[in-house]
């Protein structure tokens, strides 16, 4: 449940971080305990706004990557280097901190238990958090739905959610894991070395016994723009197909032979 104010805007407030997890050496995930929220649909995200003691704000929005119905809000944050955002959340908050934020937000990126499936999800770095809630939300509300999650990272290491992710891909029927890591050869048979491409989608397709009913990209725009154009020259239809995206340059020429690496 949305917390609103007059004019039917989402309200702003205030909520502690109950704890802080490392995830990669990059990426850690903030859990967040909001007062004023009662549910949202995975695949939704917040904005989070910081301020400073001059009164200047600055504001971003964070994927959920928690289940529905969860205790806690998981935000999932990489440090950006440039970033104005991430940086503090890194090196400065701490639990029992407040931070601001509004949400549930976004009706287009979303799964619900009644959209069925064979669900596709297709991400690239940080962009797999609002699928990994799309994956909680499957073992915990629709685990009979065929679901696959395709996802590319640099090395092992930077894979967000790596144990949790694997685990799922042995413990769970019908769910299929595809990691594919772009700057090394991995040990770990269970990880396939280099980028997506045709042979490793058509492989998912396959095992989801053709094109999915919902097929759902996140990442940056080279990486989504890539990733769109490679599902449609597969077979699965554009108008099942939902997007979402963070910063970057369009990839050049449309459809690429592999994605870009995140």
Same mark, same amino acid.
């Given at each position: 449940?949305?917390?609103?104010? @007059?004019?039917?805007?989402?309200?702003?407030?205030?909520?502690?971080?109950?704890?802080?997890?490392?995830?990669?050496?990059?990426?850690?995930?903030?859990?967040?305990?909001?007062?004023?929220?009662?549910?949202?649909?995975?695949g939704q995200h917040v904005d989070v706004r910081l301020t400073?003691?001059?009164?200047?704000?600055?504001?971003?929005?964070?994927?959920?990557?928690?289940?529905?119905?969860?205790?806690?809000?998981?935000?999932?944050?990489?440090?950006?280097? #440039?970033?104005?955002?991430?940086?503090?959340?890194?090196?400065?908050?701490?639990?029992?901190?407040?931070?601001?934020?509004?949400?549930?937000?976004?009706?287009?990126?979303?799964?619900?238990?009644?959209?069925?499936?064979?669900?596709?999800?297709?991400?690239?770095?940080?962009?797999?958090? @609002?699928?990994?809630?799309?994956?909680?939300?499957?073992?915990?509300?629709?685990?009979?739905?065929?679901?696959?999650?395709?996802?590319?990272?640099?090395?092992?290491?930077?894979?967000?959610?790596?144990?949790?992710?694997?685990?799922?891909?042995?413990?769970?029927?019908?769910?299929?894991?595809?990691?594919?890591?772009?700057?090394?050869?991995?040990?770990? #048979?269970?990880?396939?070395?280099?980028?997506?491409?045709?042979?490793?989608?058509? #492989?998912?397709?396959?095992?989801?016994?053709?094109a999915p009913r919902h097929a759902y990209v996140c990442g940056?725009?080279?990486?989504?723009?890539?990733?769109?154009?490679?599902?449609?020259?597969?077979?699965?239809?554009?108008?099942?197909?939902?997007?979402?995206?963070?910063?970057?340059?369009?990839?050049?020429?449309?459809?690429?032979?592999?994605l870009p690496e995140e």
């Amino acid at each position: 449940m949305e917390a609103s104010v @007059p004019g039917g805007r989402i309200a702003w407030q205030e909520v502690a971080v109950t704890r802080i997890v490392e995830q990669t050496p990059t990426v850690k995930s903030f859990f967040l305990m909001p007062q004023r929220w009662t549910s949202f649909v995975a695949g939704q995200h917040v904005d989070v706004r910081l301020t400073a003691p001059d009164g200047y704000q600055a504001e971003r929005s964070y994927s959920v990557g928690s289940a529905p119905g969860a205790p806690e809000v998981e935000l999932v944050i990489e440090r950006l280097t #440039e970033g104005e955002v991430s940086p503090f959340f890194h090196e400065v908050v701490m639990p029992g901190d407040a931070i601001e934020i509004r949400g549930p937000i976004g009706g287009h990126f979303v799964w619900r238990k009644e959209d069925g499936g064979p669900v596709l999800l297709v991400g690239g770095g940080s962009g797999v958090v @609002p699928l990994m809630s799309m994956l909680r939300a499957r073992a915990a509300l629709a685990p009979d739905v065929p679901m696959a999650l395709v996802y590319s990272a640099r090395t092992v290491g930077d894979v967000i959610f790596r144990n949790e992710m694997l685990a799922r891909a042995e413990a769970e029927p019908g769910f299929a894991l595809h990691v594919a890591v772009t700057r090394e050869t991995p040990a770990d #048979e269970r990880f396939h070395a280099g980028r997506i491409d045709a042979a490793l989608i058509g #492989e998912v397709l396959a095992g989801l016994g053709g094109a999915p009913r919902h097929a759902y990209v996140c990442g940056s725009n080279p990486f989504v723009d890539a990733a769109t154009g490679l599902l449609i020259d597969m077979g699965v239809r554009f108008e099942t197909i939902r997007t979402e995206r963070y910063g970057g340059e369009p990839a050049e020429g449309g459809t690429a032979p592999a994605l870009p690496e995140e």
